[in-house]
Every structure is written in C-alpha cells, then in structure tokens.
C-alpha cells in the first residue's frame, strides 16, 4: 500500500469512528429522552413547564436521526462500509418515523441527479411552501409507514401502558415538528425558484447561517450547496468544506 493509500484509509477510519459516535450520541439520547416522555413524564406541575422543551429536544433530535440515516444514504457515515451504512440507516430511519431506509434510499439519489426539476422526487410545480410541503410528505409517507406508526401506538398504549396524551405530545408532535425543520432547511429553502439564481446544475443554496445556528437549524443541512458538491462529506464537516470552498474562491 503507498503512502496515499495509507492515508486514504486512516482518513476513512477517523470518518467512521467520528460517525458512529454521533451516531450513537444523538441515538442514544433521542431513546432515552423519548422513553421519559412517553411513558415516564406527568403533565402536572413542573412537568407541564418542562414539556415544550422536551418537545423541542426531542424534535431536534429526530432531525438528527434523518442526518444520520442520510449520510448512510451517501456511505459518508462509514466510507467503504456499505453493511455498517446500511444497518444503521435502516435503524435510524426506523426510529425516526417507521421509513424504510432501502425505499427511501433510490428516491434520494435520484434527488441528487434531478435536482430541482420534474424529475426529482423532491421536486414540486408550486413554489408555495405548504403546497410543497404537502406533496414532500405524500411522496415519503404513505400507507405502510402510517400502518406501522399505528400498531406501535397500539403497543405503547394497549399493551406497555403509556398515556394518550404523552404519546401524541412526545413523539408524533416532534415527528411532526421534525419534518417541518427538515422540509424547510433541506427542500425547501435551498432549493425554491426565485431570489438568487441558482449557480450551476445543481440547483440548490445554501445558507450564511453561523455554526451554531446552522448546527441548531438542521444539523449543517443548510449548507446545502456544498452537500450537493460533496454528497461524500458528512453532515458534521460541511461547515469545514464551506470554509475551504470560501477560501478557494477569494483572489490569492
């Protein structure tokens, strides 16, 4: 193996070990808080108060799981590793909203060689966001993904015991909440006619969000521009890629 080989292979190593630790934080942590929501939390007292952040938490942390199970989309979660791609795709999407990942997975590359036109699943004729919306949610959720959403409702009410109320406000409320934020910074924003013209074939923008805001907004998904460029760079280093492609363009 030559020395570039060598490297290639260390780079793709630290890519995956980073991937999978996010991965496993923003798992980790979107299980625990939405075992406490649903089955855990009382909605009296300080428990009312603290609902609607639980609700925001919760609902940024579905975004993260769709980040997650998109970078494994690209292979970018794990270069070179498409079973480890694939595995923990198929999980996140699972628990993001009952998705299957090997359904979802065509339609998003074929959003990558379409971009903005008739062809891309993503695609719509109204440039009227609830419109757009509405035609983003019919095409990725349908009949099977409402029937396993309903049996496993059935199973945390009938059978593990949870309130109604809790399932409604701690976990279809940010599903719900989530494919807003997701729509809107990652179809929606990036990728609408009108304002600035788009600049090359790939037909999409990107925002001049700050890191943090970018990081709260949709997980770097905003940088929407260089995740077309580069659909290999994954969510956790667009901002680095957006600052090296900045740097490119300035005059030396």
Not at 167 to 186: N, R, T, V
Request: glycine residues 10%; contains cysteine.
């Amino acid at each position: 193996m030559n020395v570039a080989a060598a490297q290639g292979v260390r780079s793709a190593g630290r890519q995956t070990a980073t991937g999978l630790m996010l991965a496993v934080l923003i798992g980790a942590a979107w299980l625990g808080l939405h075992v406490h929501g649903v089955f855990f939390h009382r909605l009296t007292g300080f428990g009312i108060a603290a609902a609607p952040l639980i609700v925001l938490a919760l609902t940024w942390l579905n975004v993260g799981l769709f980040i997650v199970a998109h970078d494994c989309m690209h292979g970018s979660l794990a270069p070179g590793r498409p079973r480890i791609n694939r595995t923990v795709g198929r999980v996140m999407l699972g628990l993001y909203a009952g998705f299957s990942y090997d359904r979802l997975l065509p339609k998003h590359h074929g959003h990558h060689r379409h971009a903005g036109t008739p062809r891309d699943p993503d695609f719509s004729s109204s440039n009227r966001f609830w419109d757009w919306y509405l035609a983003f949610v019919r095409q990725y959720f349908g009949w099977r993904e409402f029937g396993v959403l309903a049996a496993l409702l059935a199973v945390y009410v009938f059978i593990l015991g949870a309130e109604p109320a809790n399932a409604l406000l701690f976990w279809a409320l940010p599903a719900i909440l989530s494919s807003l934020q997701l729509f809107l910074f990652g179809t929606y924003l990036p990728h609408r006619r009108g304002g600035v013209e788009f600049g090359d074939r790939h037909r999409t923008r990107s925002n001049d969000y700050g890191y943090l805001a970018s990081l709260i907004s949709c997980y770097h998904f905003g940088y929407h521009h260089e995740h077309h460029r580069s659909p290999a760079t994954p969510w956790w280093a667009l901002p680095r890629l957006r600052a090296t492609l900045r740097s490119d363009r300035r005059p030396g």
